[in-house]
């Protein structure tokens, strides 16, 4: 059955058609999806421009009740859902059952901020004046996002766009079509009226810089690499319209000498390895302070080696394999390039056979790096970790800091005056004490400083700058 696009209401054939492969088994094609092509993605962008007024102006009780009936079928259909995306992407299915769930919740959450769109009123400098600032919807939001969160992404796009009364033209990352396609299906059953939330699926090269080219457009969210939010960065600038950019990170989890070993080991194996390291909070510099370097090392090494690579699927996997052929070309260059740099590959860093023909590969520990190595200093995106030693608390945290990104920064102590400090002196937009650096809650904000992150924060209450506009009235009665 072919997958379609859902344009002003209808689901319709593109202009192509796209496998959608399944990188524990090759030889599993998910299913058949439509490609749109600048037509559609023009059609699909004046639909929602055309929508706009009407569901700008609907009640937000309305807006609620159709994010929550989303929230309630994505929860009640979690354990299928999550094996289409497990299925597609490749993260375990426990993995993809939280993520599940995490867009289920993201869709309550947004259902209720409907009802509390916030507003202010301030006193004025002349007499009797009365000033209030509101905040309305932008109009048309254009939704690019990444394969490694085929749903929850999405969700924290999507969900906040239409709570506030904004439109939507969404295009899912070429890879992991089915979970966006699903969540389509879903929006429309729960009410979604034609033309505001449309669905384009495709190559970025074709959709995405189509959404890019419109004019009608007036907002643009990006998760994804800095390439691409360089060039979203320079069109929507442009054009003059709003953008909101989430894109790569180098992230250090820092481990002092003083901190709860275990909990540091899993930190660093949860943050470096789980979801195959495709995620932008990844771990992927271990800074470790000197006095307890290889017995942090020994000790991390031995947790790796328990892990179990293999089919997304298959119970009591822990990793599961990487996204596609390309990028696991990428993490295998990784691996050559640490090694001409002088990093000490410890283990892992080669292809894994397995019962079904997958992109397996064993997680990658390099030890004695440098943070001026270019496996310290480029995003790798997988499951590839570089252990870097620190003289002292105050050299971690130099090394943390120096990096051209600043999404995550976490440190495994006890010392409360420690944890304090880098709490408050961590260039980065979150910070995590004696935690992953990956795995976020859903109601909090969510974002980067430098390379990492450009515009206002994702999730929870500050979604509301992104999505919404200020207006400031001023009356005199
Ligand atoms: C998480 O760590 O739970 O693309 C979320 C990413 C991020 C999301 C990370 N935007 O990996």
Not at 247 to 272: I, Q, R, S, T
């Amino acid at each position: 059955m072919l997958h379609k696009n859902y344009i002003a209401g209808e689901w319709l054939e593109g202009a192509g058609v796209s496998p959608n492969i399944n990188p524990s088994d090759t030889s599993d094609v998910v299913g058949e999806y439509a490609q749109a092509d600048v037509v559609q993605v023009d059609a699909a962008v004046d639909a929602a421009h055309a929508a706009f007024a009407g569901w700008s102006r609907t009640s937000p009780q309305e807006r609620h009740d159709i994010l929550l009936r989303a929230s309630t079928e994505i929860l009640t259909r979690r354990e299928e859902l999550a094996r289409l995306l497990a299925r597609e992407e490749g993260k375990t299915l426990l993995e993809a059952t939280y993520e599940v769930g995490r867009a289920g919740q993201i869709f309550d959450f947004f259902a209720g901020e409907a009802l509390r769109i916030p507003g202010e009123k301030f006193a004025s400098v002349r007499p009797n004046v009365e000033i209030e600032a509101t905040r309305e919807p932008v109009g048309v939001i254009g939704v690019i996002a990444p394969w490694n969160f085929p749903i929850a992404i999405p969700a924290w796009k999507i969900a906040p766009a239409l709570s506030y009364g904004n439109a939507v033209v969404f295009k899912p990352a070429d890879l992991v079509p089915g979970s966006a396609h699903a969540l389509a299906e879903i929006l429309v059953r729960a009410g979604v009226p034609k033309g505001v939330f449309n669905l384009v699926m495709g190559r970025g090269s074709v959709v995405g810089q189509a959404i890019l080219d419109h004019s009608q457009i007036d907002a643009v969210t990006f998760t994804g690499s800095v390439a691409t939010g360089r060039r979203v960065a320079a069109a929507c600038a442009g054009a003059m319209r709003k953008f909101q950019l989430e894109m790569g990170g180098k992230n250090p989890l820092v481990v002092l000498a003083d901190a709860d070993l275990a909990n540091a080991v899993e930190c660093a194996v949860n943050g470096a390895y789980f979801a195959t390291g495709q995620r932008c909070t990844a771990s992927s510099r271990i800074i470790v302070e000197e006095s307890i370097y290889k017995q942090f090392a020994d000790a991390l090494i031995e947790r790796i080696r328990a892990l179990v690579v293999d089919n997304a699927l298959t119970p009591g996997t822990h990793v599961g394999p990487v996204v596609d052929a390309a990028q696991l070309e990428q993490d295998l260059s990784y691996i050559s390039v640490g090694q001409a740099e002088g990093a000490k590959l410890a283990l892992g860093g080669e292809r894994l056979k397995r019962a079904t023909p997958g992109f397996y590969l064993a997680p990658a520990l390099f030890l004695d790096a440098e943070n001026s190595m270019r496996i310290s200093r480029e995003e790798i995106f997988g499951p590839v970790s570089a252990m870097i030693a620190a003289r002292n608390y105050d050299h971690a945290l130099e090394l943390a800091n120096d990096t051209e990104f600043g999404l995550c920064a976490g440190i495994c102590t006890t010392s409360l005056k420690r944890a304090a400090h880098f709490k408050r002196h961590a260039e980065a937009g979150m910070v995590m004490v004696n935690l992953p650096t990956a795995g976020i809650d859903y109601h909090a904000p969510f974002g980067g400083r430098k390379a990492s992150s450009l515009g206002p924060r994702e999730q929870g209450r500050y979604a509301s700058e992104f999505y919404t506009t200020v207006k400031t009235a001023y009356t005199l009665p």
